[in-house]
């Protein structure tokens, strides 16, 4: 039954081009060179330190390093990082690709 | 720090979190709605970040559940000043009144400068000024406008053309441009010089008409001296008659010359007594009691207080009280006649002119009766004897 309803999902959204994030529960990752990173959809800082803050996601992590890391702000869904990123890596176990 | 505006306003808290929990501690904020900002790492391990100052009291629980403990680093914002000002009542009052006053000085006006005038003295145009509300140490905004007020400044001031007035912070120049007016000429109607009293005419001189009478002729009072008519019967002008005209007068006067003169002499004795003075109130302080003398005259004399050349509203009044006879003087005949004299003859020169000459005086008649003298007098005197008399055109000419 879920295999069916993910399908349908899968094909309403290649039929009506909708962005992935919407229907997937995907975090959307705004980055603005270096220096600014946006990160919507997380669930929660994991660690965070000057040069490493790591996220959980819906399905998996997200690992951004860099230096001087600072946020910005953090709201439930949102979070705002600033400083030099050199790294954003994400390690999903991921259902969707499999 | 940079921080919105709107956050400004509510007032914000930098606080050091210390603890294991930190991260944990940011997702229970994140998910009841506090939003925190400028979050970064200290040196120290620290977890340093901004919050509003309502945001702050929320945040309390949760550090309690995570095991955190925080250190609040600087407050800023509305608030917080706020309340730094209730603490400094009297500098903030200070503060307040610095720029009351400065505003207040602003607004008065200091000094008044007059330009342009020559004619029309600089006291007529203030106190013109002064009419209409503008002197100094006046409110500038009772003034009126200043084209207003120029208006009614050229109103007051009849020798002005145009008047402008300009205010410049606490200076009012007022500039004045004045009506050129002509000489007025001399007001001469054609007229004749007649004798002002029955006199021997003793000097005359036209500068202007026709002299009808000659030295050492007798003339009578509204007799004609210089003619303004020139030119024979048929043809002829007239002219504002001038010149000077000297004659013999004689006066004759009924004089009463008393024996007796009271004079009022000061006997040296005398008294101070004091007052002290305040407002238009006067009080006496010292010399109670009836003064030792049965006749005297006071002399007062007020002293205010002043400070820097501002007379002040109190002070003190010097009242001498100074005795006084009253003497009773017998005058020999002689001496009565001659004061009599003397004051005739001033009453002649004041009537006469001052450049009248008494040439001679003859007492006619003398009597003393009821203790006073008294004469009748002739005195002979040199003075002008022109009186204008004006020459009315007859009608259809």
Known sequence: MRRISRRLRHLTARVLELPQDVVFDLPRLTMIGDRQLYIENHRGVLHFSPDMLKLRLPNGRLEVSGRDLVIRGIWTEEVFVEGVITQVSINGQGAWNG | ?397
């Not at chain 2, 003034?143 to 007020?149: I, K, N, R, T």
């Not at chain 2, 049965?294 to 007020?302: G, N, P, T």
């Not at chain 2, 007492?363 to 022109?386: A, D």
């Open chain 2, 1 to 397: 720090m940079k921080v919105s505006w709107f956050h400004a306003v509510r007032g914000f808290v930098t606080i050091r979190i210390v603890g294991d929990g930190t991260e944990r501690l940011l997702g229970e904020a994140a998910a009841d709605g506090i939003e925190l900002m400028h979050l970064r790492r200290t040196s120290r391990g620290e977890l340093e970040c901004v919050v509003t100052a309502g945001d702050f009291f929320r945040l309390r629980p949760h550090l309690r559940r995570t095991g955190c403990r925080l250190r609040i680093v600087a407050k800023r914002g509305l608030p917080f000043q706020l309340a730094r000002i209730r603490r400094r009542k009297f500098f903030a009052m200070g503060i307040a009144l610095f720029f009351i006053g400065l505003y207040l000085l602003s607004s008065l006006v200091w000094r008044i400068e007059i330009e342009g005038n020559e004619r029309l003295t600089d006291e007529r145009i203030l106190e013109a000024a002064r009419a209409e509300g503008l002197r100094p140490f006046q409110w500038s905004f009772r003034l009126p406008e200043a084209g207003e007020l120029s208006r009614r400044l050229q109103l007051k001031l009849p020798g002005a053309a145009w008047v402008g007035v300009e205010k410049r912070g606490t200076l009012i120049t007022i500039r004045v441009v004045e009506t050129t007016e002509p000489e007025p000429r001399e007001l001469l109607s054609p007229r004749h010089l007649i004798a002002s009293e029955d006199a021997v005419v003793t000097r005359i001189t036209a500068t202007r008409g026709r002299p009808v009478v000659k030295k050492n002729q007798r003339v009578r009072k509204g007799d004609v001296l210089i003619s303004g008519i020139l030119g024979s019967e048929a043809h002829y002008v007239t002219v504002p008659a001038d010149g000077t005209v000297r004659g013999l007068v004689w006066h004759e006067y009924d004089i009463v010359s008393p024996l007796v003169r009271k004079a009022k002499t000061y006997t040296g004795e005398r008294r101070t007594v004091w007052h002290a003075v305040l407002g238009g109130r006067s009080l006496k302080v010292s010399g109670f009691g009836s003064p030792p003398f049965a006749k005297y005259e006071s002399v007062l004399r007020q002293e205010n207080a002043a400070w820097r050349g501002i007379v002040l509203p109190f002070g003190r009044i010097r009242e001498t009280q100074l005795e006084v006879k009253y003497e009773e003087r017998r005058l020999t005949e002689e001496e009565a006649v001659a004061e009599g004299l003397l004051q005739a003859r001033a009453d002649i020169l004041r009537k006469a002119g001052a450049d009248a000459v008494i040439k001679a005086e003859k007492i006619l008649h003398r009597r003393t009766e009821n203790g006073k003298v008294y004469m009748k007098v002739l005195f002979e005197t040199e003075q002008s004897i022109i009186d204008e008399l004006p020459l009315v055109r007859p009608q259809g000419e």
